[in-house]
């Protein structure tokens, strides 16, 4: 199944604007049953592999950090992935803002898969 670039874009765009209103129902309602979360890096680790650890997981961040923020820097379509450069403030005991590379996979017109690096 092809998805367009604007759905794409649509996808990515619902997303960050439900984590910033800190709406875990519209904001998990992007994403796959099945979503895949990475954490890019030396050691590249799988965080969750369906949606309720992803939920659980989103909720518990968004109830622990009640000024969370993503500022979305730039985004880049790039075949059939996002990929999205943020500012992530608002996480309670950091001292700075995170600087974050988001990059989306589609599967079945929602995010499929998600690897994060920072």
Known sequence: MT???ERMIELAQGQLEAYNERNIEKFV???HPEVQVWRLGAE???TCDNIKTFK???RERFEKN???HCELRSRTVL???VL???WVTGVTGAQAPSHVVAIYGFRDDLIGY?????
């Open 3 to 5: 998805i367009s670039k």
């Open 29 to 31: 309602a992007f994403y």
């Open 44 to 46: 590249s680790q799988k």
């Open 56 to 58: 659980e997981m989103y």
């Open 66 to 68: 009640p000024e969370l």
């Open 79 to 81: 075949n059939d992935s």
């Open 84 to 86: 999205d450069e943020e």
């Open 114 to 118: 998600v690897w994060f690096t920072r």
